[in-house]
């Protein structure tokens, strides 16, 4: 079966903390993303990486920085965690060919910054 | 224009009556397109995908694709009380996957 694993499900941190999301995925997807989910703003694309060690500015990439040293694990970075970074942050993922555009998603992580 | 366009709802339908949700997309956006439906409190799961002009039917969804309009729409027929979720709307930009905001459905029993 289709497998997206985020971590963390809830998190609290406080402003100016380091934090990492991490997204590990079985199916040996080539791309991977991270969006965040807030209400009345939908769906917004981060960051998203095509394969190992690449990677690409999605809509709001300020503020977040990515890694992906190794197929399976896309990690999300918030470097010096904010307020307005308080959101339900999901991970997804698809094959890069046949581009076909299908997601799976993970369950989310929601961050909540203090 | 954004990329990709949904009215947010609440569309409120009868049970048993076809339910139909539109979107809207920008020049930008490619012709491949995607209906997520989200339950609350879960993730994003893909219903149907279409890619051409035309309809395309699964089940009791059937998604439209109008690339002279620049629309596509999901029709739901037979509406059940478990279709009450909200249905996001997604298109391809590049290599990225663009969602609309979302629309919310509620199935009146």
């Known amino acids: 079966d289709v497998k997206v694993t985020q971590s963390s499900r809830y998190l609290v941190k406080r402003t100016g903390e380091k934090v990492f999301l991490e997204c590990v995925q079985d199916?040996?997807?080539?791309?991977m993303f991270w969006y965040r989910q807030d209400p009345g703003l939908g769906l917004r694309l981060i960051y998203f990486s095509y394969d190992v060690k690449m990677k690409e500015k999605g809509d709001i990439p300020e503020g977040y920085s990515v890694s992906r040293e190794k197929k399976e694990r896309f990690s999300l970075i918030l470097e010096s965690a904010s307020t307005n970074q308080t959101s339900m942050y999901l991970c997804?993922?698809?094959?890069?060919?046949?581009?076909?555009?299908?997601?799976?998603f993970g369950e989310g992580s929601r961050l909540t910054v203090l | 224009q954004k990329e990709v366009e949904q009215n947010s709802g609440p569309l409120s339908v009868p049970e048993g009556a076809i339910a139909s949700l539109n979107c809207t997309y920008s020049?930008?956006?490619?012709?491949?397109f995607f209906w997520y439906r989200q339950y609350s409190g879960k993730s994003p799961e893909l219903i149907m995908s279409i890619y051409s002009n035309g309809d395309k039917e699964d089940g009791r969804f059937t998604a439209q694709l109008n690339k002279a309009s620049q629309y596509v729409s999901l029709l739901i027929r037979d509406s059940q009380p478990s279709d009450s979720a909200t249905y996001l709307c997604a298109g391809k930009v590049y290599d990225k996957i663009i969602f609309g905001k979302g629309t919310r459905l509620h199935i009146l029993p």
């Open positions: 020049d930008r956006v490619s012709q491949s």
């Open positions: 199916m040996d997807h080539e791309n």
């Open positions: 997804a993922s698809r094959f890069g060919q046949p581009n076909t555009g299908e997601l799976f």
